[in-house]
């Protein structure tokens, strides 16, 4: 059981915009950041989001994160059939000292 | 440009060790974290631990805690996990990634190795 919950999948047609969702579990205070990661089929993961909204250079601002509370989502808007894979959110966890990843979305592009 | 590159896949026996090493070039190796990160079959992905090349220092999942270890070669700009005692459950791809830490401030993990297939099995 996951200390961040994912929806297991998502879908969308191509142009949709399609959003995922990362609830953070009742222990935590909502005082963290959160981080999401694409991983595509046969390749490493990459980053998409950092610090909650924050796009690395070269990430399409097709893609957005944003954050309340505990909860956090990424939005995927223009939506390409490259996009199909699975999305993870991310926090660093004070308690634990370590990193902790949801649970992981399917995306699949219809 | 900034690169991570594995070590190849291996075959294990139940109860053996594997050392995976994550060679880096472009950049300066020992001012950037290091994470292993991993992917069992059929499951998501999961954290691992973390070393700091400058000193050494590491932090490990306490799933992890006893059974992993992570080192690093300054010398040639390598990181290595090694994972002992294992298990069928340990079948999975591992993987390094470069943690941008710029004064306390976490960016992410913005550059990975190609990742490492680890087989257990009798």
């Known amino acids: 059981q996951s200390l961040l919950t994912q929806p297991p999948s998502a879908s969308g047609t191509p142009g949709q915009r399609v959003t995922i969702s990362c609830s953070g579990s009742?222990?935590?205070?909502?005082?963290?950041?959160v981080y999401w990661y694409q991983h595509l089929p046969g390749t490493a993961p990459k980053l998409l989001i950092y610090?909650?909204?924050q796009r690395p250079s070269g990430v399409p601002d097709r893609f957005s994160g944003s954050k309340s509370g505990t909860s956090a989502s990424l939005a995927i808007s223009g939506l390409r059939s490259e996009d199909e894979g699975d999305y993870y959110c991310?926090?660093?966890?004070?308690?634990?000292?370590?990193?902790?990843f949801g649970g992981g979305t399917k995306l699949t592009v219809l | 440009q900034v690169q991570l590159v594995q070590s190849g896949a291996e075959v294990r026996k139940p109860g053996a060790s594997v050392k995976v090493s994550c060679k880096t070039s472009?950049?300066?190796?020992?001012?950037?974290?290091i994470n292993w990160v991993r992917q069992a079959t059929g499951q998501g992905l999961e954290w691992m631990g973390w070393?700091?090349?400058?000193?050494?220092?590491?932090g490990y999942a306490q799933k992890f805690q006893g059974r992993v270890t992570m080192t690093r070669n300054t010398s040639i700009s390598t990181a290595y996990l090694e994972v002992s005692s294992l298990r069928s459950e340990d079948t999975a791809v591992y993987y390094c990634?470069?943690?941008?830490?710029?004064?306390?401030?976490?960016?992410?993990?913005?550059?990975w190795g190609q990742g490492t297939t680890v087989t257990v099995s009798s």
């Open positions: 070393m700091n090349p400058n000193s050494g220092n590491t």
């Open positions: 009742t222990s935590y205070t909502g005082n963290f950041y």
């Open positions: 610090r909650n909204n």
């Open positions: 990634a470069r943690v941008i830490m710029v004064r306390g401030v976490d960016y992410g993990m913005d550059v």
């Open positions: 991310v926090i660093w966890d004070d308690t634990l000292s370590g990193l902790v």
């Open positions: 472009g950049y300066r190796f020992t001012s950037y974290d």
